[in-house]
């Protein structure tokens, strides 16, 4: 079985969650059950399948979060942890960071 990467996050409230890639096929899996009928996005559907599969740390349900900033904060880095998105936000900010320091 595949060694599958984790990564810390902290919320802007100070929350420290434990994010845990689940795999290609998990990923795929929860993109597809997201979805209604018709194919649109379900919010709570994908929120409830990030805290199963991927928030392993504190382990919540939507229901344990006091507001929803917090809560969409937190869904949202995950998805884009699972998806790979958070390494191009990092990439941009180490980009922006290494231009800002050459210049004096």
Same mark, same amino acid.
């Given at each position: 079985?595949? *060694?599958f $990467?984790?990564? %810390?996050f902290?919320? @802007?409230?100070?929350? %420290? =969650?434990?994010?845990?890639h689940?795999?290609v096929?998990? #990923?795929s @899996?929860? *993109?597809?059950?997201? @979805? *209604?009928?018709?194919? #649109? ?7 409830e399948?990030?805290? $199963?599969? #991927?928030? !392993? ?16 904060e !937190? #869904?949202?880095k995950?998805?884009? =942890?699972? %998806? ?16 800002? /320091?050459? /210049?004096?």
């Open positions: 079985m595949a *060694n $990467k984790q990564k %810390t902290e919320s @802007k409230k100070g929350t %420290t =969650f434990l994010f845990q689940p795999g096929r998990m #990923v @899996k929860i *993109n597809d059950q997201s @979805k *209604n009928k018709h194919g #649109v996005l379900s919010e709570e559907r994908m929120s399948l990030m805290l $199963k599969h #991927v928030i !392993v740390q504190p382990k919540r349900t939507i229901d344990d979060f006091e507001d929803y900033s917090e809560y969409m !937190v #869904v949202n995950a998805y884009a =942890f699972i %998806t790979g998105n958070d390494e191009e936000e990092q990439s941009d900010d180490n980009e922006e960071g290494s231009e800002g /320091q050459g /210049q004096a």
